[in-house]
Structure formats: C-alpha cells, structure tokens
C-alpha cells in the first residue's frame, strides 16, 4: 500500500503523527474497449460541439449550467478558492458510536502510527475501545475539505469519509405509511424465518460469483492461445514521505488539556454569576433608594398633618 495523506490526529494539546492508507479496493477486473475486427484499442475524443474541432484536456474546463446561463470556470477560478492545506487531522466531537447512520459512511481509510514511540496511538485506541466513542473530525484531502469519523478498527484507528447531512434525501413513499393491518399469527411465522436465518456474520464466505467466472474465461482464452499483445502497464512509483514528529511527554500534554477544558467552563460558569449578582446588587439597590423616597415622603407629610393639627 501507498500512503495517500501524512499528518497527525491532534485533540486538545495531543499529536498524534499518522499515514493515510485507503481501506478497501475494486477486485473488478480491469477492461477496456477495442475493435473487435482487429482488436484496436478504441480511443475516445473530445470534440466540440460548437466548431468541431478534437479538443486536447488542457483546453478543457468546467461550465454550470442553470437552463438558461452557461458560467465557465477556470483553472485560475478554482485556484483562487479558499484551500486548507492543513497537515492535522481535527478532532471536533467525540459522539457515542451508535449515533453514526451507516448511510453518511463513504470511503474508509487505514491509519499506521509514525512517532517512534505510538504511545499516544494506542492510548486513543484503547480509549475510544474503553469509552465506546467514535471521534467526528475534519481532515483535507486533495485541498477538499471533508467531515469523517474516526474509529477502531481491529488494532488499528481508521477514518471514514462522511456525507455532508444536506446530501441524504428526504423520502416519503406512500407504502410505508399503509394502515395494512398485520396478524399475530403473521408476526410469529415472520420471526421463526428470521430466526431459521439467523447466523454470525461471516464475509469471507461470500464470493463475487460473476468476477469469478470472468476470470475463468479470460483464462481459459489465454490457454487456448485466443490473446493479442497488450500494452504493458507503467509501474507505480513510489513517494518518499517523512514521517510526523514524536509526542513530547503525552501526560503533560493530556493534563494541560484537561486543565484548559476545565478552566474555560469555570470561568464561563463565574462570569455569569457575576452577571445575575450586578444585577441583583442593581435591583436592591434601587429598590432601597425607593423604599427611602417613600419613607422621607411620609415623614414630611406627617409631619405637615402634625402642624395643621397644632394650628
């Protein structure tokens, strides 16, 4: 495998240095159009519609269409958009893990530990394992910026790339809201073919029969001789990366999280008792100022009742 992304897992003051390796791959064989009279492998042209012309991929660019107005976009366009090119891997939440819906899921990813001492590797793993947590964060790759969870995968932590919440449609089919009304007799017999169903899952004893045979059959020309010379593919070249700096005393950096967390909510917690005794100390305040007012008020008019009584 080639890693495909290098950074680091950072939560609190804690760095984690990590490599980025796809989780899954396409077992589908590889296939091509050709001309079945000679063979010819078939290449495909770009032309336009306006002029006719075969137009070469570095005159191409990308277009919206609305119906009614055409916007094309360059390469400059699309380069002077806002672009993170941010090396960490953000941890936003850490949710309990079945509030994830597997339909937001998309494509899975390996995470290897790079620090010399995977400390701090393993105490996520555990912790995660212990807590029953999964990790929300935010990682960019390709200068896109994508929502993923981060979760334990047997003994590695591994991220899946998650669709964005506006992505998933609201249906209402009329079916699912049917009044049919469903016996117990029906209930019971449904549960015991269930039941006579029921298994652990196992997916290696499941096969794609239909890539199977294909390759059988590709085989079996091959043996009879039935081939044509193929172009040789172009071997994949692999990229030196450096690996991520090493976690520096990870306690200290666990505790001064913890501290800091700590420390924020007490100083909200105190600002805003501060708050309401201001204006408790306003309120009574004012209120004896007025109690006073009518107190010097009554004196007065007493005393006024007492010389008019004296006259």
Not at 34 to 43: A, L, M, P
Not at 205 to 226: C, H, M, S, T, W
Not at 292 to 303: A, F, I, R
Request: aromatic share 6%; glycine share 6%; proline share 3%.
């Amino acid at each position: 495998m080639r890693a495909i992304w290098t950074g680091s897992i950072v939560f609190g003051l804690v760095n984690v240095p990590v490599k980025l390796y796809s989780a899954t791959e396409n077992h589908d064989v590889s296939m091509h159009q050709v001309h079945e009279k000679d063979g010819g492998r078939i290449r495909n042209q770009h032309r336009c519609q306006e002029c006719g012309k075969v137009v070469e991929f570095d005159d191409m660019v990308k277009a919206y269409d609305d119906g009614e107005n055409r916007v094309i976009l360059t390469k400059d366009d699309f380069e002077a958009l806002p672009a993170d090119e941010n090396d960490d891997l953000d941890v936003l939440q850490f949710v309990p893990n079945d509030q994830i819906d597997p339909i937001m899921l998309e494509k899975s990813y390996f995470l290897e530990p790079t620090s010399k001492t995977p400390k701090a590797y393993l105490l996520l793993r555990q912790t995660l394992e212990d807590t029953d947590r999964t990790a929300i964060v935010k990682i960019t790759l390709r200068t896109r910026t994508r929502l993923a969870v981060l979760r334990v995968c047997g003994k590695v932590l591994m991220i899946q790339t998650l669709r964005w919440a506006d992505e998933i449609r609201d249906v209402d089919f009329k079916g699912v809201n049917s009044q049919a009304k469903i016996s117990k007799k029906e209930m019971e017999m449904s549960a015991k073919l269930v039941e006579s169903y029921s298994e652990d899952f196992t997916p290696e004893e499941f096969n794609d029969d239909y890539q199977d045979e294909l390759r059988k059959l590709i085989d079996a020309k091959i043996d009879k001789g039935e081939t044509l010379d193929l172009e040789k593919a172009f071997p994949d070249e692999d990229e030196d990366e450096e690996p991520g700096g090493d976690v520096i005393d990870l306690m200290e950096a666990l505790r001064k999280s913890v501290d800091t967390s700590r420390s924020s909510k007490k100083g909200s917690s105190r600002s805003g008792s501060k708050k309401s005794s201001s204006k408790s100390g306003a309120k009574s305040t004012s209120g004896k100022s007025s109690s006073s007012k009518s107190s010097s008020g009554k004196s007065s008019s007493s005393k006024s009742g007492a010389k008019k009584k004296t006259g």
